[in-house]
């Protein structure tokens, strides 16, 4: 995997066009620098104040959107004297863009609109089971409030 870090997570300011009776919003070209492949494409809806964490892809990269509502994603490594760093990206319909997440972070993420929230996953692979890692929720420590 090389080294990973939470400053190799990109995010990406995505378009949206107003159009009569409904806006077109953009997630990803091929042609962009954080185009990876395509494997699948799938959604995920979480409940206002729901956390779904702790996960690490070994080899999925990641291309969150948030399309409908509003999502904190909390990133989270650790360095040599075990001292976990987070990084805090909130992104949906209050600030349209899009999270590139490469292999090998830990991470997970809560709904922070009052209705449920869209979030968007373009992955580079399908979905493998063997390649993700899960911790339980108190495994890291973060304070979700």
């Known amino acids: 995997m090389g080294t990973i870090n939470l400053a190799n997570i990109l995010v990406t300011p995505l378009r949206r ?4 009776g409904g806006d077109v919003l ?14 699948e494409v ?14 690490r892809h070994n080899r999925m990269t990641m291309n969150l959107v948030v399309p409908v509502g509003r999502v904190k994603f909390v990133f989270c490594s650790t360095d ?8 805090i990206e909130e992104i949906g319909e209050h600030r349209y863009a899009r999270i590139t997440v490469p292999p090998g972070i830990w991470f997970g993420f809560q709904g922070l609109e009052e209705t449920k929230s869209l979030v968007l996953n373009i992955a580079n692979i399908a979905h493998d089971p063997n390649e993700v890692e899960r911790l ?6 973060y304070i979700w409030s």
């Open 17 to 20: 066009i107003e159009t009569a």
């Open 26 to 39: 953009h997630a990803l070209q091929k042609t962009e620098k954080s185009y990876a492949g395509f494997g």
């Open 42 to 55: 799938y959604f995920s809806w979480v409940l206002f104040g729901a956390t779904k964490a702790w996960k």
């Open 80 to 87: 040599e004297a075990g001292v976990s760093k987070f990084r």
């Open 136 to 141: 339980a929720l108190t495994d890291i420590k």
